[in-house]
């Protein structure tokens, strides 16, 4: 039997790879489809975005809703990102937005601009998705504002630009997000994607989502290291904050500490070892080998992650404590 997927690590934390007993023939991301030509590749704009994410309240592990979505909307934001639309321009274009809201605003904003522009959510019915869908084909609609309906299953080759309009804070879904526009089609050399990037959390993560070896469980990941490179034909544009961050060195202990912490403020207590599998954007290969230089946890943390019921005890609040005095 073979088994065939593009999204094999999910946003919902399941786990495709048990279906397979782990026992994976190929595997192919997207930096290595780029450089085969496979797929197209990118200009990435890192655009600045000067909303005060730290004012937003943040509630397991995301942000409130309602204060994000009145903080997108203001007209000071939208149009920004309509002047980033107009000089980055091209024919087909995809905006992921934060909420229903959201896009009602964006797309209300650029019809009055004389933009042809249509939203799709999850209340679209499908004959209505398939005209829009249509119409965007035939170059009839210029852009789609959309919200947690385009990031998988839905197959658009000719899209050319990518508005990422909302914080994301998931690798897993910038990834599918990006993918979107990855799509080989006639006349289409790149995909142009324009990214709205402000001070909220893991933003600073956003050159390693980049070189497509986020997940790879590298040691350390530095810009003069090759591993760092980015797909062929690839290019990016960052601001001045992600350059300050492009020049450090990463170590692998420093993603697994980053990811710990916000596995905290998310769960709103000391995660245990199957959380870091359950919920954490780390690999478990990663947490593992970081722990190799701690042999009486070793074992127990290749337990845990073997385990279906985990509660927090003694041993994990050692390990957390060991995990950040280091």
Same mark, same amino acid.
């Given at each position: 039997?073979?088994?065939?997927?593009?999204?094999?690590?999910?946003? =919902?934390?399941?786990?495709?790879? /048990?279906?397979? %007993?782990?026992?994976?023939?190929?595997?192919?991301?997207?930096?290595?489809?780029?450089?085969?030509?496979?797929?197209?590749?990118?200009?990435?704009?890192?655009?600045?975005? %000067? @909303?005060?994410?730290?004012?937003?309240?943040?509630?397991?592990?995301?942000? %409130?809703?309602?204060?994000?979505?009145?903080?997108?909307?203001?007209? &000071?934001?939208?149009?920004?990102?309509? #002047?980033?639309?107009?000089?980055?321009?091209? &024919?087909?274009?995809? +905006?992921?937005?934060?909420?229903?809201?959201?896009?009602?605003?964006?797309?209300?904003?650029?019809?009055?601009?004389?933009?042809?522009?249509?939203? $799709?959510?999850?209340?679209?019915?499908?004959?209505?998705?398939?005209?829009?869908?249509?119409?965007?084909?035939?170059?009839?609609?210029?852009?789609?504002?959309? !919200?947690?309906?385009?990031?998988?299953? !839905?197959?658009?080759?000719?899209?050319?630009?990518?508005?990422?309009?909302?914080?994301?804070?998931?690798?897993?879904?910038?990834?599918?997000?990006?993918?979107?526009?990855?799509? @080989?089609?006639?006349?289409?050399?790149?995909?142009? !994607?324009?990214?709205?990037?402000?001070?909220? #959390?893991?933003?600073?993560?956003?050159?390693?989502?980049?070189?497509?070896?986020?997940?790879?469980? /590298?040691?350390?990941?530095? @810009?003069? =290291?090759?591993?760092?490179?980015?797909?062929?034909?690839?290019?990016?544009?960052? $601001?001045?904050?992600?350059?300050?961050?492009?020049? &450090?060195?990463?170590?692998?202990?420093?993603?697994? /500490?980053? %990811?710990?912490?916000?596995?905290?403020? @998310?769960?709103?207590?000391?995660?245990?070892?199957? =959380?870091?599998?359950?919920? +954490?954007?780390?690999?478990?290969?990663?947490?593992?080998?970081?722990?190799?230089?701690?042999?009486?946890?070793?074992?127990?943390?290749?337990?845990?992650?073997?385990?279906?019921?985990?509660?927090?005890?003694?041993?994990?609040?050692?390990?957390?404590?060991?995990?950040?005095?280091?």
């Amino acid at each position: 039997m073979l088994g065939l997927t593009a999204t094999p690590d999910r946003a =919902d934390n399941g786990d495709i790879y /048990k279906l397979c %007993d782990y026992n994976i023939a190929y595997e192919c991301d997207f930096r290595v489809g780029i450089n085969n030509g496979w797929l197209v590749p990118f200009e990435y704009y890192g655009i600045y975005d %000067d @909303t005060d994410y730290s004012l937003i309240p943040w509630r397991s592990g995301k942000y %409130d809703l309602e204060a994000l979505e009145n903080a997108l909307v203001i007209e &000071k934001r939208v149009d920004l990102v309509f #002047k980033k639309y107009m000089e980055h321009r091209k &024919k087909s274009t995809v +905006g992921f937005c934060a909420s229903v809201k959201h896009c009602e605003v964006m797309n209300q904003y650029f019809r009055k601009q004389g933009v042809k522009s249509e939203i $799709i959510i999850g209340e679209t019915p499908i004959s209505k998705r398939q005209e829009i869908i249509g119409k965007f084909k035939e170059r009839e609609v210029e852009v789609i504002f959309t !919200v947690d309906i385009f990031n998988e299953g !839905v197959d658009i080759p000719c899209i050319d630009t990518l508005l990422f309009l909302r914080p994301t804070l998931s690798y897993t879904i910038f990834i599918q997000q990006l993918g979107r526009g990855l799509r @080989t089609f006639e006349g289409k050399d790149s995909v142009r !994607v324009l990214d709205f990037v402000g001070n909220y #959390k893991g933003a600073e993560l956003r050159p390693l989502f980049l070189t497509g070896n986020y997940k790879k469980g /590298k040691g350390v990941i530095n @810009t003069t =290291d090759k591993e760092f490179l980015l797909p062929e034909g690839c290019s990016v544009e960052l $601001i001045e904050y992600f350059e300050k961050f492009k020049r &450090k060195s990463i170590r692998q202990e420093e993603l697994v /500490k980053l %990811d710990y912490k916000n596995l905290m403020e @998310t769960l709103e207590r000391v995660p245990t070892l199957m =959380d870091t599998y359950t919920f +954490g954007e780390i690999p478990v290969h990663m947490y593992i080998k970081t722990f190799k230089c701690f042999p009486q946890y070793r074992d127990r943390v290749v337990e845990i992650f073997q385990t279906s019921d985990v509660r927090a005890g003694r041993e994990d609040e050692k390990w957390f404590n060991i995990f950040f005095e280091k």
